[in-house]
């Protein structure tokens, strides 16, 4: 996974000038310790927090240290105005906790009073509109604070990588897929570039690249990975063409930015033009870090993007495609037990998930595409998707969105894949959530969300719906168990 950011995440302690320094500096330091004993590496900055000038002391020491992410420790009641000041300053992700007492035996000059001091510094964070992370309960022991601050990790992963994010784009979004037409506006509010290709952009890459020195060594990789599944051997050189082109010209128009990801148009032109589907490039790219959305789905591709910052893994698109029939489960009533018909479906796509997360992929041919562009025909045209049932095994289901009204709306849900066979084609599996069919009709169709969603392959419903908040957005759903109603779901049903 070369296309995500690292976190380097430094520990700054804060003191009220009323209270003793000494008291934050000790909690600060088995903070510290308690953070290397969970595996987490954190570098402690030496200067604690009392005035406005300590934090600038502080936030030079941060940069020096060259910590990218920050928590801000309340070691006692903590001065608002300069740690709020400081959280402003280092303008990275940040996440504040604060100190829990220590013993019965020594609550005069050992109290910090931190648990208060979150208020204060809560109210200040509101007056500088700081989006900052804020465990759902910020108060702890010096170990309970470090497990606060793993789990911060991924979110600030998520957070950094949109800031230094660019999404390339190639062809308009598809008149019949109106669903992934969603304005862009809001992602440049998120810190996120985009850049706009037309389909001849795209082929002219592609034209470019032929005969290029490493079409030959991507070729073979590409054998390599799909050993028995190489159906096709006299596609690979192709598709190795239209690799070596995509990441040639992510390296040179990353411009500004660090991380890139892509949403191209891949039908029906794109067929006629360059001979094969691009699903298996797509699937390569996704392995690395690189999510590649069809349909020019850009907002899929930041969602796919946000689910591998969440986890370190390749995540993939699928459609929420189809119901599971009840023969099916009642041929499966052993590995879907506890869940109902209505908690299930089919994710699909037509062959761009990773390898990875398949069992036993092969390359095939696009059913779908070959019925309208090769009826009756030996595939040619059609030819390059990565095929097969994808792994059982836990997922969050997620997805960032724009409305037509540039306000941004998100949802997660926690599943699995179940260890069913699929008994059809593409890259599919049958995916089990709880109150699916629920979500399904009050947060899928009531919120017109799209068909594609993108799959972490890891419960990660945590991580993803605090980078949400501090992203700022507002509209966040999930599945919502039995008994806690929607909004606008019928009580009478």
């Known amino acids: 996974m070369t296309n995500i950011p690292k976190v380097h995440l430094g520990l700054v302690a804060v003191s009220r000038d009323c209270f003793p320094i000494e008291l934050s500096r000790k909690r600060q330091l088995r903070v510290a310790q308690e953070c290397r004993k969970a595996g987490l590496s954190v570098t402690r900055i030496p200067t604690v927090v009392e005035n406005e000038k300590d934090a600038l002391q502080a936030l030079e020491e941060v940069r020096a240290k060259g910590a990218n992410a920050l928590v801000i420790y309340l070691g006692n009641f903590g001065p608002e105005g300069p740690t709020t000041l400081l959280a402003q300053k280092f303008g990275g992700p940040v996440m504040f906790a604060a ?26 964070t509101g007056l500088r509109k700081l989006k900052v992370h804020v465990p759902e309960y910020p108060v702890g022991t010096p170990e309970e604070v470090a497990r606060m601050a793993v789990e911060f990790v991924p979110v600030a992963r998520v957070l950094l990588g949109l800031r230094r994010l660019k999404i390339f784009a190639f062809g308009p979004r598809p008149q019949d897929f109106l669903a992934c037409n969603a304005p862009i506006k809001p992602l440049y509010d998120l810190g996120v ?27 073979a990789d590409m054998a390599r990975e799909l050993g028995a599944g190489n159906a096709y051997p006299d596609l690979l050189v192709k598709l190795a063409q239209f690799e070596v082109a995509l990441l040639d010209f992510m390296d040179k128009n990353l411009g500004a930015s660090e991380y890139g990801v892509f949403a191209d ?24 870090g690189i999510p590649v959305a069809c349909e020019v789905d850009i907002y899929g591709a930041l969602s796919e993007y946000i689910c591998a910052c969440a986890t370190e893994l390749p995540a993939t698109i699928l459609d929420i495609n189809n119901t599971v029939p009840y023969d099916m489960i009642a041929g499966a009533r052993k590995t879907v037990k506890g869940y109902k018909p209505t908690d299930l479906f089919m994710g699909f796509h037509c062959g761009n998930t990773p390898a ?5 992929p092969e390359m095939r041919y696009q059913l779908i595409m070959h019925r309208l562009m090769e009826p009756g025909k030996e595939p040619a045209i059609t030819r390059g998707t990565l095929e097969g049932r994808i792994r059982a095994g836990g997922v969050t289901i997620f997805r960032l969105q724009s409305t037509a009204d540039t306000v941004l709306r998100s949802y997660m849900a926690e599943g699995e894949v179940l260890d069913v066979d699929p008994r059809s084609f593409g890259g599919i599996g049958v995916i089990g959530i709880k109150e699916m069919g629920r979500f399904y009709r009050h947060v899928l169709i009531g919120k017109r969300f799209p068909h594609h969603t993108a799959v972490a392959f890891a419960p990660v419903g945590k991580t993803l719906w605090a980078a949400m ?5 507002e509209d ?3 599945n919502r168990p039995a008994g806690m109603f929607y909004p606008e779901e019928n009580p009478f049903d």
């Not at 990875?356 to 036993?360: L, Q, T």
């Not at 908040?469 to 957005?473: H, N, Q, S, T």
Request: with cysteine; glycine share 8%.
């Open 99 to 124: 100190a829990a007492e220590e013993s019965g035996k020594n609550l005069v000059d050992g109290r910090g009073d931190a648990y208060c001091g979150m208020l204060n510094t809560s109210y200040n």
């Open 193 to 219: 570039e985009v850049m706009e290709n037309s389909e001849l952009d795209l082929y002219d890459i592609f034209l470019q690249a032929a005969g290029h020195r490493r079409v030959k060594a991507v070729a």
């Open 265 to 288: 148009k891949c039908w029906p032109s794109f067929e006629k033009y360059f001979g094969f589907v691009p699903c298996y490039v797509n699937s390569r790219l996704a392995t690395r």
């Open 356 to 360: 990875p997360c398949m069992v036993a």
């Open 469 to 473: 908040r501090a992203l700022g957005v």
């Open 476 to 478: 966040v759903s999930f």
